[in-house]
């Protein structure tokens, strides 16, 4: 790294999507208590002296594979064995646990009878197709098409690639240094009778201690700690809290004189405060300065995170007023939208400010000319 490449940056890494670091699986843990209906994984991996650096902000690039008794399901519902070499392939570089139109139009040409009739029906209405893909996976397909046959050779070709998965990365490279943590969220449904899991988060989830994962790290743009001496507004609900765990930790292990204000939420205090020990020590040992939770689902009315933000609006105004950045992580299909709009009524009620004001300072201000409005959404 040259002298002057700023602090915020890992040096370049050899390893990346096409060319990742075989790491090793430390932990994974669950995060829910018993009686939660979700199922959140504090993943622990070993990159050792070896592996890929990383600042906090980061994500990590996670390569996934299918699991096993997926791959033989569908290779028993066509009537193939699989070599170990076909075997391989499916696990590795074709998404199972999904379909797509390619893969039913191949049914459609090599179904018989009924079945044939049926998927070539469905291939001929664009819009039942698409919906036909929206929640199958290559199983449901197959049950849908008893006796179908497929030459082996032509299968993977048929089925698309897997693309590797990003995570925040939940820990400080200093905390304890050699390791990367993960929030993983595990996708998990049933449609057409059969449990589904998806395809990242359920091959993290099945790991076992020592297992091999091909990770790397997918610097940050923008989304870097504020100077030592800034204040930090973080909210972060649900798996979101994963990058506000590493700047906490690495605020405290350094001794940043700023404040931290997080906010949390999830469905319920008792089964899904993530971290919520850790939080409660970091308040103790003074590290953490505010901590407001929102949980959705412990009373009657829905409360989230800018709900919080809206009740404790006077004092977040005056940090914002006085240089703070403003942190947001999680979903960004509706979380991030409504949290934004929260600012919005914050600049305006607490800042005095006119609707046009507020839209100026928020997206323009803070966003842009400051840039302590700081985005890392999914
Ligand atoms: C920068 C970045 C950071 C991220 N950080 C995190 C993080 O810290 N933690 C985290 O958990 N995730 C994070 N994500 C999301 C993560 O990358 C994956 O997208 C997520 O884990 C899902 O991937 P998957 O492979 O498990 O699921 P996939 O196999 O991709 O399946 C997901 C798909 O399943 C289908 N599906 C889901 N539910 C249903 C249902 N009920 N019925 C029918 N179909 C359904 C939908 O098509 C959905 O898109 C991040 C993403 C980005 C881009
Ligand atoms: N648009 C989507 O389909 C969507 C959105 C979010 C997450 N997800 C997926 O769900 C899985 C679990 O995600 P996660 O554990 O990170 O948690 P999450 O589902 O984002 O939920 C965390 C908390 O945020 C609340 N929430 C829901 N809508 C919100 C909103 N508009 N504004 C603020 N808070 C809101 C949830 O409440 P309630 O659950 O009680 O409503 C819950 O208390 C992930 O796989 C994620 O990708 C999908």
């Given at each position: 790294m040259s002298a002057t490449a700023p602090a915020t940056q890992a040096p370049a890494s050899?390893?990346?999507?096409?060319?990742p670091f075989a790491s090793r699986l430390r932990e994974n843990a669950h995060l829910n208590k018993k009686g939660s209906a979700k199922d959140t994984r504090h993943i622990v991996i070993e990159l050792g002296s070896a592996g890929p650096t990383y600042v906090c902000g980061d994500s990590l690039g996670v390569v996934p594979r299918n699991p096993d008794h997926l791959v033989d399901e569908f290779l028993q519902k066509l009537g193939l064995t699989g070599d170990t070499s076909l075997r391989e392939i499916l696990a590795a570089t074709v998404i199972l646990n999904r379909v797509g139109k390619k893969f039913v139009k191949a049914v459609a040409d090599k179904a018989a009878g009924p079945a044939r009739d049926k998927f070539q029906a469905l291939c001929a209405d664009e819009k039942r197709l698409e919906e036909y893909v929206l929640d199958r996976d290559v199983v449901d397909v197959i049950n849908d098409a008893p006796g179908v046959k497929f030459d082996p050779a032509e299968l993977p070709g048929l089925l698309n690639k897997i693309a590797p998965r990003l995570y925040s990365i939940a820990?400080?490279?200093?905390?304890?240094?050699g390791e990367v943590h993960l929030t993983v969220a595990v996708v998990q449904y049933t449609t057409h009778g059969r449990p589904k899991q998806g395809l990242a988060s359920g091959y993290l989830a099945g790991l076992t201690q020592a297992a091999s994962v091909p990770v790397y790290v997918q610097p940050t743009r923008h989304f870097h700690l504020p100077a030592p001496d800034r204040d930090a507004i973080m909210v972060g609900p649900g798996t979101g809290i994963a990058p506000f765990r590493a700047f906490l930790q690495h605020r405290a292990k350094h001794g940043h004189t700023g404040r931290n204000w997080l906010f949390f939420g999830d469905?319920?205090?008792?089964?899904?405060?993530?971290?919520g020990e850790e939080f409660g020590a970091a308040q103790k040992a003074g590290h953490l300065h505010k901590l407001s939770t929102a949980f959705?689902?412990?009373?009657?009315e829905k409360i989230y995170v800018q709900h919080r933000m809206e009740q404790e609006g006077a004092e977040l105004w005056r940090w914002l007023d006085q240089g703070a950045y403003f942190y947001v992580c999680g979903d960004a299909k509706r979380m991030a939208k409504d949290v934004h709009q929260a600012l919005l009524k914050i600049a305006a009620l607490?800042?005095?400010?006119t609707p046009e004001q507020a839209e100026e300072y928020v997206?323009?201000?803070?966003?842009?000319?400051?840039?302590?409005?700081?985005k890392d959404v999914y």
């Open positions: 050899p390893f990346n999507r096409n060319h820990s400080s490279p200093d905390h304890r240094p469905q319920h205090a008792a089964t899904d405060f993530l971290y959705s689902r412990d009373q009657a607490h800042g005095g400010k997206s323009v201000t803070l966003a842009k000319t400051d840039k302590r409005y700081l």
